[in-house]
Nanobody, 126 residues
Framework: QAQLMESGGGLVQAGGSLRLSCAASGDIFSINSMGWYRQAPGKQRDLVASITGRGRTNYADHVKGRFTISMDNAKKSAYLQMNSLQPEDTGVYFC????????????????????WGKGTLVTVSS
């Protein structure tokens, strides 16, 4: 039931930077984790970075030291700061959120939900 809205993709030259944003909406009780996945042309969708509701992060090896994931619980949003971009980073970046949703507005209790955004394209030219 949650919806994820991504933004921030674009075309940059190698060495440049982009900041991706993902805002989750819906009757969200709490956030278990949010993450960013990349799907290059003809490739599967793979994890780039993830962050838990308490701030624990996980990164793919090829982005460590260059990308930083963060979360704003109040805004129900996740961000991916991408620095020192290289052509190999090119792909469609999808936001993912593992959430606990309330059964109805104002209701107690929750149920788990895993949602995906529709993706934002990042193209890095050499």
């Amino acid at each position: 039931q949650a919806q994820l809205m991504e933004s921030g993709g674009g075309l940059v030259q190698a060495g440049g930077s982009l900041r991706l944003s993902c805002a989750a909406s819906g009757d969200i009780f709490s956030i278990n984790s949010m993450g960013w996945y990349r799907q290059a042309p003809g490739k599967q969708r793979d994890l780039v970075a993830s962050i838990t509701g308490r701030g624990r992060t996980n990164y793919a090896d090829h982005v460590k030291g260059r990308f930083t994931i963060s979360m704003d619980n109040a805004k129900k949003s996740a961000y991916l700061q991408m620095n020192s971009l290289q052509p190999e980073d090119t792909g469609v970046y999808f936001c993912n959120a593992d959430l606990n949703m309330v059964a109805a507005p104002g209701a107690v209790g929750s149920y788990g939900s895993n949602s995906w955004g529709k993706g934002t394209l990042v193209t890095v030219s050499s």
